[in-house]
């Protein structure tokens, strides 16, 4: 296929993006403790059963009084244990103690804070004074103020963070409905390739696709199933995608060496269901032969096989898909403004990423910038990446990044 | 204390930084699986066992020959299969069928890519043609070139990302040597407060700051052990300081709303050991009354009560020496620009962090950047943070950050 017949990679993301938003495929909910929910993804909308603040509190350390007992003198009556309702009655010039997040106590309507008060007395409930006017309302939070019951705190789809998961905990929720993490099938392939934890005989590779992938994809939420690695056989290939497609969610085959097997893989992904293929072939290096399908409504992935492609591939499309799933949107790359330390050469046809190490400690660090150096590997080998603090990209149209000009460079973290 | 005779964030977290280095404070190392070492930090340099490639391949699909042979018409000698070491010769006029990846047989210094082949006759092992002239070592990548034995391919300190995993398993290296999870101590306190997941009476508040920390420690690489909450009594932060410097490698109060307790927790901290406090009070909101100590090479934090100072004073201090403790630095945070939809006033002697909404669809979009919407909260509730996709600074010096200015919002995520 010419480059120029090729969709640009936002054009492929946005097909396969638009598929699955056709077929509503989503996960279904499951319910988890709270405990247990940092980093899933909310499956509904969380309604607050409580008020928040469930009583008056105090926002200072002071007095609480009724506003128009100030300025003057006033008579401390007890103080507000922390911890319980007081049953204190604030009349007009009484004051009660009460510390930060404490009761107001019926009566009072404001809180002059501790730094404006003098005591009149050695007493410990003595007389005070204070010079200070406080308004009604002045330092009290009031019941609900924050939240009422009913209010909607959280909406379908989030992430839950740590403040997501303090937030709930506060209002009494201690189960949450959940999008079940995806079940990603991963297929490796290639008669040369062997387990990454196993011995090599000489003209053997390992396979450490898959170890990196299941990483990932767990990281993003995805419970992985790894098929291990296919003979380069069509009658293994099709037993793989019938099993995919009765246990999984999302499946990826990581292409092997064939050429054979290359030619069969669209057919086997055609026959895993409809619609099928959406984009075979993207405008984008490494990975222009990326396939994109949707099968009965779950996403399949035909990412190329060399371990640089399959990385960025996966960054760029499957983890997309996966958020997507779980009825959410992938957080928002990490970019990092950096000074490129020398030309680089792109294909104009072609959206091209390519690793970078960052380096702060160059003369164009003084521009507050750290520099860009790009990785350029033969062999598109791993340490290409172990190097690379993150990719640049060069867009379609564009044949030449040169030296000393501004790029973004999206950290790989 | 008043706010000019504190030290900037900065300064404090130097004096924290330079504490930890004087005393050499890091983890020791301990050896896991490669497949259980995602995202944990590299205790030694790992060297490479191999060279990589372990033999000589062709980086394209196409005739392996000596380039001396180009162009002209060769006589096909066989096919090299993947997974094997050739054992095919290749002669001046010769050649050999070669994938991608596959070995280049001896004789062989240079392969034709397959598109620069004609077939003179329809014999599988005929004479094809070339007009193409190939030089020694021309698609052929060398043993060696990518890696050699000895090489030191990563660094001490480095956080292991899927690359990582992929490039120790592409040396064979399935054990590899990670500095031990730091163990971090929990310590909540106030004797209004309960756990998150009981009931509660009136009066009462949820202990929601433990399982924040929790989280956020663990996804960084910490053991968290939970001591719970401690009455305000100052024997029971005795107790658990002293159980602390024996279990825990770093140690965290969350202060409650007591005025006893903050009276009396300096004391308990620099009771734990040599040099004690190094920082008591930053110039910082939210988290001015924040306290740093290293005790007997340890760190120890007493952290202000209220979950949004928790959270971000977390995020800013505690984090940073947590990888500090795994021999490792903190990831930069992810910044967005936005402009700011309204006006936000600072106290100009505070570096003040407030929480921001982000929105995609207001006119300052337009711009290409979204709209980054102050959230106000009177309680410094969780809300506030549960609403905001990140925070933004008004540097110490700067008493308002003006409606349509850009600024940019450290995400949490």
New interface residues.
Partial sequence: MRNFDLLSPADALAKLMAALDAAQTRMPAESVS??TA??RMLARDVTSPIA????R?S?V?GYAVRAGSTPGVLRVIGEV?????SNLRVKLGDAALV?????IPEGADAVVMVEQIKSLDQSTWGKIQTQAQVSPGENV?QEG???RPGDV??RAGA?L???????L??L?I?QVDVTRKPRVVLIAS????VP??S????????N??T???S??LT?HGADVLDYGILPDMRAAFEDAAQRAMREADMTIFMAG???SERDFTPDVVNAMGRPGILVHGIAFRPGKPTLFAVCDSKPVFGLPGN?ISV?VTATMFALPALYRLQGSTM??P?L?GAILSSDVKSPRDLEHWFPVALSEDRPAAAAGMPTAEPIT???N???G??R?AGLVCAPIGVDRLTAGSVVDVR???
């Fill in positions: 709270v405990k940092y980093r928040l603040p469930e009583f509190r926002t350390d244990q922390m911890g319980e309702l510390h930060t997040g404490g009761n939070i103020e924050d939240v705190v959280m992430l963070r740590e403040q997501e998961i303090g937030g905990l506060s009494g201690t290639g008669d040369e390739v990454a934890d011995p090599t005989r000489p003209g053997q590779v390992r450490i696709n170890p990196m992938l990483a990932m990281r060496s064939s050429v371990p990385l957080p928002r990490n990092v590997t033969k062999s080998l791993i340490f990446l172990v690379a950290l790989m973290e």
